[in-house]
């Protein structure tokens, strides 16, 4: 009967096999890669060489140009329509009136979103125009509190109190701070003549 071997010994006999398993290892990854290297790989197939000449295709372009197709020849319904009702109607002029500062510590609101209205077909067909003075309300955030007429026809009022309800301003600030304010919207409406 042989006696238990020492703890010393076992660690040993534990390292010779551990050694054993990785010089298998690395002679099993060896022959691997001798295989692999015999193998014969194509010229073509090496990195930055690219297929061999004749297996090359060249694609010329050629100069084209995109045009887009032209208008369609109105018909002679659409050209009478458009003769009786004459032109479309112009955008209207809009005029922001901004108070100034006396020391310069206000910085007034700046438009952001500001479509102009559109001018009312009536009023157009009509031959209306006139200016519509408003007076805008605005928030700490530059909201559109509230649109008040000052004066204007009462049609063309209706059309840009829509319009500037819609539109939206950066705050004004007082030294750095937003703060609520009040401008002027003069808005033209150009009479047709």
Do not use: C, K, N
């Not at 690395?26 to 010229?43: D, K, N, R, T």
């Not at 438009?111 to 559109?118: G, S």
């Not at 157009?124 to 909201?143: A, C, F, K, S, T």
């Not at 002027?184 to 409406?189: A, D, E, L, N």
Request: overall charge negative; proline content about 15%.
């Amino acid at each position: 009967m042989t006696p238990d071997p020492g703890p010393y010994e076992q660690l040993a006999a534990e390292e010779r096999a551990e050694r054993r398993r990785w010089r298998w290892a690395l002679v099993v990854a060896l022959g691997v890669h001798l295989a692999l290297l015999a193998v014969p790989i194509p010229e073509w197939g090496r990195a930055g060489a690219g297929p061999p000449p004749e297996e090359v295709v060249v694609f010329r372009l050629q100069p084209t140009v995109f045009a887009p197709p032209p208008p369609p020849e109105p018909t002679r319904l659409e050209t009478e329509a458009t003769e009786e009702a004459g032109a479309a109607p112009p955008q209207p002029a809009i005029d922001l009136l901004l108070p100034e500062s006396p020391d310069r510590r206000l910085l007034p609101p700046q438009p952001m979103i500001a479509e102009p209205p559109d001018y009312p077909e009536a009023a157009w067909q009509q031959g209306d125009g006139g200016v519509v003075i408003l007076r805008v309300l605005l928030d700490q955030g530059g909201g559109v509190v509230e649109v008040v007429v000052v004066e204007g026809p009462e049609e063309l009022a209706a059309a840009a109190v829509a319009a500037v309800r819609r539109w939206s301003f950066m705050p004004a600030s007082l030294d750095g701070v937003a703060v609520p304010a009040a401008v002027s919207v003069r808005v033209r409406f150009a009479a047709r003549g």
